[in-house]
């Protein structure tokens, strides 16, 4: 019905800069907004940033505010998460999400990609 399939993980230096981006299909989303989660090992599934389906409102979590930067990218199924000084406690799967229940939960998505692996080296 809904896919969601990430890209742009892979493996940088503490201080440098990566580049998620989250295509979606089967609808055309109209009304939900999407969002970014991670999830570190051992750890639970983490809300990262949301948008708007307009982009006019964002959202981020504390930990990433000014370092991420979500957006709509350049077709309207698709959505950016540009990660500059990146620390190694933002090594995690990064999964993008679709929802119009809610901005800060995991439950309240209802959509999401397979994850891919971000990882940051000291």
């Known amino acids: 019905q809904v896919q969601l399939v990430e890209s742009g993980g892979g493996l940088v230096q503490a201080g440098g800069s990566l580049r998620l981006s989250c295509a979606a299909s089967?609808?055309?989303?109209?009304?939900?907004?999407m969002g970014w989660f991670r999830q570190a090992p051992g750890k639970e599934r983490e809300f990262v940033a949301a948008?708007?389906?307009?982009?006019?409102?964002?959202y981020y979590a504390g930990s990433v505010k000014g370092r991420f930067t979500i957006s709509r990218g350049n077709a309207k199924n698709t959505m950016d998460l540009q990660m500059n000084r990146m620390k190694p406690e933002d090594t995690a799967v990064y999964y993008c999400?679709?929802?119009?229940?809610?901005?800060?939960?995991?439950?309240?998505?209802?959509?999401w990609g397979q994850g891919t692996q971000v990882t940051v080296s000291s």
């Open positions: 999400a679709a929802g119009n229940r809610g901005i800060y939960y995991v439950a309240e998505y209802d959509y």
């Open positions: 089967g609808r055309t989303f109209s009304s939900y907004g």
């Open positions: 948008i708007s389906w307009s982009g006019g409102s964002t």
